[in-house]
């Protein structure tokens, strides 16, 4: 029986303290991954400081410059169904509704979603080596059952992928992170946020111990006429991604303008492509043009024995997506929410 201390914080600083003056203390928002995680023995902690209770991080605010601001205490579905959510970020909705059950986007908070864990299973089986879990070790995924790991930005220590939908989104919509710790605020891009496994697979992101994500700032631009999230998985529903794609366009008649393109499912971080977005740039919205910017995205990409059906798959996503984007009433019942 482990002892754990238990407190509720009602101010960042009070939260910050709180964990700061221990090692082994924790924040708990949601509690829908963390209380899974130590359930299976996978993470220790001996304090948990609340957050749900800190003042000033629940809402969803329009500040002046048209941009907004998403608490990280609010719920994924308080989010979601949002009106400015839903009017001027709808690939955020779609994504954060393509997630989970209707259950858990009611308890999850989106500060919890950005610092979920992987699912790979060798990770949640404490019997086998796993270097996320404990370094060191080695990763039996590589020579094992890979079929839903990574095949970008790969390590010989790690490959596994970020299993968040609502991330995928965010990275496609240029995110921010905003952070509070000891030493004051910082901002985060947010595909700075999230780290390659590299050699330290057991760090998955920039979050130092004791700093606490206060809110999440989305820019003025939302693409909101031309959009798609479309999340490919073994079920229809309560599944995570085999591959998942976020499509914003901007147009002007049929000539793309911007383009932005996020896939989930595929590596240790949402994963942007700059290059094959700027080819889009000033090209006819086809789908030729699509695939060839899709070859672009999924170059360099490495396989294993089980999962080489994903670098075909992924191409294949990001046409159907950015075909949807240019109609977003037409977007197929699969990739609908459940609400
Ligand atoms: C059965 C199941 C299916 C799921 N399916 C999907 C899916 O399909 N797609 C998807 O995207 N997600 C899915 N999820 C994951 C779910 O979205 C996450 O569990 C949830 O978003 C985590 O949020 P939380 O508030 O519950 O976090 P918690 O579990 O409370 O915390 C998670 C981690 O974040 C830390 N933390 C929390 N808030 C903060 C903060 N503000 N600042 C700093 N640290 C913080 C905690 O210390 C902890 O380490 C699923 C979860 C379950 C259980
Ligand atoms: S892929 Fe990463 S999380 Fe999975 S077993 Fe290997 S080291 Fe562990």
Same mark, same amino acid.
């Given at each position: 029986m482990?002892?754990?201390?238990?407190?509720?914080?009602?101010?960042?600083?009070?939260?910050?303290?709180?964990?700061?003056?221990?090692?082994?203390?924790?924040?708990?928002?949601?509690?829908?991954?963390l209380?899974d995680?130590?359930k299976?023995n996978l993470?220790?902690?001996?304090?948990l400081?609340?957050?749900?209770?800190?003042?000033?991080?629940?809402?969803?605010?329009?500040?002046?410059?048209? +941009?907004?601001?998403?608490?990280?205490?609010a719920?994924?579905?308080?989010?979601a169904?949002?009106?400015?959510?839903?009017e001027?970020?709808?690939?955020l909705?779609?994504?954060?509704?393509?997630?989970?059950?209707?259950?858990?986007?009611?308890?999850?908070t989106?500060?919890? $979603?950005?610092l979920?864990?992987?699912?790979c299973y060798y990770?949640?089986?404490?019997?086998?080596?796993? $270097?996320?879990?404990?370094p060191?070790?080695?990763?039996?995924?590589i020579?094992?059952y890979?079929?839903m790991?990574?095949?970008?930005g790969?390590?010989?220590?790690?490959?596994?992928v970020?299993? +968040?939908?609502m991330?995928?989104?965010?990275?496609?919509?240029?995110?921010?992170?905003?952070? +509070?710790?000891?030493d004051?605020?910082?901002?985060?891009?947010?595909?700075?946020?999230?780290?390659?496994?590299?050699?330290?697979?057991?760090?998955?992101?920039?979050?130092?111990?004791?700093?606490?994500?206060? +809110?999440?700032?989305?820019?003025?631009?939302?693409?909101?006429?031309?959009?798609s999230?479309l999340?490919?998985?073994?079920? $229809?529903?309560?599944?995570?991604?085999?591959?998942?794609v976020?499509?914003?366009?901007?147009?002007?008649?049929?000539t793309?303008?911007?383009?932005?393109i996020?896939?989930?499912?595929?590596?240790?971080?949402?994963?942007?492509?700059?290059?094959?977005?700027?080819?889009?740039?000033?090209k006819?919205?086809?789908?030729q043009?699509?695939?060839?910017?899709?070859?672009i995205?999924?170059?360099?990409?490495?396989?294993?024995k089980?999962?080489?059906?994903?670098?075909?798959?992924?191409k294949?996503a990001?046409?159907? $997506?950015?075909?949807?984007?240019?109609?977003?009433?037409t977007?197929?019942?699969?990739?609908?929410?459940?609400?």
């Amino acid at each position: 029986m482990n002892n754990i201390s238990y407190t509720k914080a009602h101010s960042v600083q009070e939260a910050i303290n709180n964990v700061m003056e221990n090692d082994h203390a924790k924040f708990v928002a949601g509690g829908t991954n963390l209380i899974d995680l130590w359930k299976y023995n996978l993470m220790r902690f001996n304090a948990l400081v609340d957050v749900n209770h800190v003042e000033g991080h629940h809402a969803i605010k329009e500040k002046e410059d048209g +941009s907004l601001r998403l608490g990280a205490f609010a719920k994924n579905a308080d989010t979601a169904y949002h009106r400015l959510i839903e009017e001027r970020y709808p690939l955020l909705s779609k994504a954060i509704l393509a997630g989970a059950s209707a259950q858990i986007r009611n308890m999850a908070t989106n500060g919890g $979603n950005l610092l979920q864990r992987t699912r790979c299973y060798y990770f949640y089986d404490e019997h086998t080596p796993c $270097n996320k879990r404990e370094p060191g070790t080695g990763c039996s995924a590589i020579d094992g059952y890979n079929r839903m790991h990574a095949i970008l930005g790969t390590s010989e220590n790690c490959i596994a992928v970020f299993p +968040s939908d609502m991330c995928i989104a965010l990275a496609a919509l240029d995110a921010a992170v905003n952070i +509070s710790g000891a030493d004051g605020e910082r901002i985060l891009p947010f595909t700075d946020f999230h780290r390659l496994p590299g050699d330290t697979p057991h760090v998955d992101n920039n979050l130092q111990h004791g700093e606490i994500i206060t +809110s999440i700032d989305l820019p003025a631009k939302g693409f909101a006429k031309n959009y798609s999230y479309l999340k490919l998985r073994d079920r $229809n529903s309560y599944a995570f991604a085999l591959v998942s794609v976020a499509t914003g366009l901007e147009l002007e008649g049929d000539t793309i303008k911007e383009a932005r393109i996020a896939l989930g499912g595929v590596a240790h971080k949402p994963w942007r492509v700059k290059e094959g977005e700027d080819f889009l740039k000033d090209k006819t919205a086809s789908r030729q043009n699509f695939a060839d910017a899709a070859e672009i995205i999924l170059q360099g990409a490495t396989t294993y024995k089980f999962n080489s059906f994903k670098i075909e798959l992924a191409k294949r996503a990001i046409i159907r $997506n950015c075909m949807m984007a240019l109609n977003p009433e037409t977007q197929l019942p699969g990739a609908q929410p459940s609400k």
